[in-house]
């Protein structure tokens, strides 16, 4: 009889030491996790939709550590009754599942670093151009005289054949504040404009707004087209696939649907 009391004693105490270190393993990876969350929810409030897929997989590994806890519950009931919880050879263990949450953050923490360099690529580009394009527009304006601002359609696509992409960007918002019937014209060179000077997640936005005010459809195959570009660009694959389907969904026949199928079928076999 001693005997078998010695025998539970023993399988209580290890399972109380099992426990506690599953408790503080789960502790140091979910705090990890929130840290991660909080950081990727960050970035989304003003780089919008380049960290979807991330955040996504985060919102899964929190439900993964639902069920963990769930079942360092039963194994502390189990401890107390003497009667441990088995796994099934289907079921990883927790201390596997742990492990595995941790591979994955460390896969998110990756992707977040080279996120993050590049960004500052893209952000070291712009002003590149930003600084080319300033000297450019010195010269043009010779004996310091001041440039009238664009206010037609035609001067605006006269400044965009002469690749005067920063002068759109300068004169148009205040025309596009204004009801105008050139105002969809407008949107969409002020986004081309944005694009061809590697402003890219501003193109971006500004391309999703000319999508929602143009309701005659001018340039709808031409914006998805331009955001899913927008977006591989900027790395995100998953968001640029998303645009590319849709618009070959919704345009199957548009003058960018061969480019794209061709996309995507090199994307998704890469």
Known sequence: MKAFVLIISVILISGCIHEDEFRKELFDVEKRLVDLEHDIKDKQSTDNKQYISSSSRVESMEEEFQKMKGEVERLRIGVQTGELPGQTDQEDSIAKKIEKTKEQIKTLEKERETL???????????????????????????????????????????????????????????????????????????????????????????????????????????????????????????????????????????????????????????
Do not use: W
Not at 140 to 166: I, P, T, W
Not at 181 to 193: A, C, G, Q, T
């Open 116 to 270: 993050e360099k590049l960004e500052e690529r893209i952000s070291d580009l712009e002003k590149s151009q930003m600084e080319i394009l300033s000297i450019l527009e010195n010269y043009e304006n010779k004996g310091g005289q001041k440039r009238k601002a664009l206010d037609s359609l035609a001067e605006v696509e006269k400044a965009f054949k002469r690749r005067n992409y920063l002068h759109i960007i300068e004169d148009l918002p205040p025309a596009l504040k204004k009801d105008s019937k050139n105002n969809i014209d407008f949107l969409f060179y002020y986004s081309e404009s944005l694009f061809k000077l590697g402003k890219l997640k501003e193109a971006a936005v500004s391309y999703n707004d000319l999508i929602k005010k143009d309701k005659k459809d001018k340039y709808g195959s031409k914006s998805y087209f331009r955001i899913g570009d927008c977006f591989r660009f900027l790395g995100d694959n998953k968001a640029a696939l998303s645009y590319y389907k849709q618009l070959l969904e919704k345009y199957p026949t548009g003058p960018e649907s061969e480019r794209v199928r061709n996309l995507v079928k090199k994307m998704e076999n890469s």
